[in-house]
């Protein structure tokens, strides 16, 4: 579990937690989507820092929306922090990534085109 992440630091996790659901319940699936239902879902692509504080979330997620009959690509970043791609113009890194998205939202959805 990532402790080297800068922008989502594992030791203020619990603190990033209740600003995030600001008092929402946390088994409620729009706040965890971890414990939602997926009909039907989409093909999918997952980025990740692969020592982030989110890497085991995003795998359980992966093979949570497998299970419901989606296509999933879980992409593993060595040496990438949480939402990288932000940083696009900074980190070398987040150009590629999204590039990655690009790519996967022209090949996924191809035959959405009219």
Do not use: C, K, N
Not at 30 to 41: E, G, K
Not at 77 to 94: C, F, Y
């Amino acid at each position: 579990l990532g402790p080297r992440d800068p922008i989502l630091p594992v030791g203020r996790m619990e603190e990033l937690v209740s600003m995030y659901l600001a008092g929402a319940d946390p088994r409620d699936p729009r706040a965890s989507p971890l414990l939602a239902d997926f009909a039907d879902p989409p093909p999918v692509l997952i980025q990740v820092g692969a020592e982030e504080a989110l890497l085991d979330d995003s795998r359980r997620m992966a093979a949570r929306l497998r299970a419901a009959g989606a296509t999933v690509t879980l992409e593993e970043w060595p040496g990438a922090p949480h939402v990288w791609q932000m940083l696009d113009g900074w980190l070398p890194e987040a150009r590629a990534a999204l590039r990655r998205v690009a790519g996967f939202v022209q090949t996924s959805f191809a035959s959405a085109r009219r």
